[in-house]
């Protein structure tokens, strides 16, 4: 069963700062790679998504890379905004059923 | 754009009654989705389904039943709400897998379901 881990949980950064999330999935038999953002109370929005056979992919500020070797996604978000802070999930889609299995997400805060 | 609607924002129900939740996407998508999500379990994929009256089994269907009787309206329904099924209730919608990176799932904006 497919198992996405996420680290940290939670960062809390200066405004200005460039960061790296982390997204960590066991099965690397992959079909794609998506991260989604999630303010408080709201459902998510999409970011990026990554085929299996891509290595990355970039959106203004953020770029994700993915390695399916390894089981392994980060998303840098460059010159980081307090506007950036959300909860940033990252999921998968693997298995027969194509089935999303999301990372239980990191919480970040970007401080004024 | 994508639009994904649910009928409610914000439910309070009873333990015993029955609940229904609507999701409506307007981009023609062959699958839809029901997810829930809690605290420190992030979100879990309750049922889906990839056409008209059909549907499949996620992670936890277990006291869930759904219905799509038409393809831009797939319903989630709740028979006796139970305590346990406190949650944040969110929809998603997307094209299937393989056509060309426009798989991206949609979201709704979630129904927050309280059970008494």
């Known amino acids: 069963k497919q198992e996405v881990t996420q680290i940290p949980a939670a960062l809390s950064v200066p405004e200005g700062e460039n960061l790296v999330l982390n997204c960590s999935f066991t099965?690397?038999?992959?079909?794609?790679l998506q991260w989604f953002r999630q303010d408080p109370g709201k459902g998510l929005t999409s970011l990026l998504l990554?085929?299996?056979?891509?290595r990355e992919q970039t959106s203004g500020r953020l770029n994700a890379s993915l390695d399916k070797s390894s089981g392994r996604s980060t998303l840098y978000i460059a010159a980081s905004q307090p506007g950036d802070s959300a909860t940033y999930l990252c999921?998968?889609?693997?298995?027969?059923?194509?089935?999303?299995?999301f990372g239980s997400g990191t919480q970040l805060t970007v401080l004024p | 754009d994508v639009k994904v609607t649910q009928s409610s924002r914000y439910l309070v129900k009873r333990t015993g009654e029955k609940v229904f939740l609507e999701c409506v996407q307007d981009m023609d998508h062959e699958n839809m989705f029901w997810y829930r999500q809690d605290p420190g379990l992030g979100l879990r994929l309750i049922y889906f389904?990839?056409?008209?009256?059909?549907?499949e089994k996620g992670d936890i269907p277990e006291g869930y039943s759904v219905s799509r009787e038409k393809k831009e309206r797939f319903s989630l329904i709740l028979e006796s709400a139970s305590t346990n099924q406190t949650s944040m209730y969110l929809c998603a919608s997307n094209l299937p897998t393989g056509t060309g990176g426009l798989e991206t799932q949609y979201f709704g904006p979630g129904t927050r379901l309280l059970v008494l």
């Open positions: 099965d690397s038999a992959i079909y794609n």
């Open positions: 389904s990839y056409d008209v009256k059909m549907k």
């Open positions: 999921a998968v889609i693997s298995g027969s059923a194509r089935q999303l299995t």
């Open positions: 990554i085929q299996s056979s891509q």
